[in-house]
């Protein structure tokens, strides 16, 4: 059973940064796309963004871009969300993805979820 577990996240005021990361259980998670979603309270789990294992691709929600970059490390299995400019909106549960069988940007499409790492925005 692949495990994704994330940290990272915590309670900042806007216009702050925080980074979240995540790491895979298995080593072949290196070469596979990983992603993140989010779901704030009441909503439905959105996109956030996502990147390919093999030359690194991104891929990123209108709301992430130009505020957040996804990366990742492979020799240690982990992939990094750098959030930065931090809004009340941004507030949600995180959670890490991997297992992509269909459309990047739908949920069903991703087979594995970490548990969520809460974000909380203040004004």
């Known amino acids: 059973q692949v495990q994704l577990v994330e940290s990272g996240g915590g309670l900042v005021q806007a216009g702050d940064s925080l980074r979240l990361s995540c790491t895979a259980s298995e080593r072949t998670f290196s070469s596979a796309t990983m992603g993140w979603f989010r779901q704030a309270p009441g909503k439905e789990r959105e996109f956030v963004a996502s990147?390919?294992?093999?030359?690194?691709?991104?891929l990123y929600a209108d709301s992430a871009k130009g505020r957040f970059t996804i990366s990742r490390d492979n020799a240690r299995n982990t992939v990094h969300l750098q959030m930065g400019s931090l809004k009340p909106e941004d507030t949600a549960i995180y959670y890490c993805v991997g297992g992509l069988v269909g459309i990047v940007t739908s949920p069903r499409s991703w087979n594995y979820w970490g548990q969520g790492t809460q974000v909380a925005v203040s004004l």
């Open positions: 990147i390919r294992g093999s030359g690194g691709g991104t």
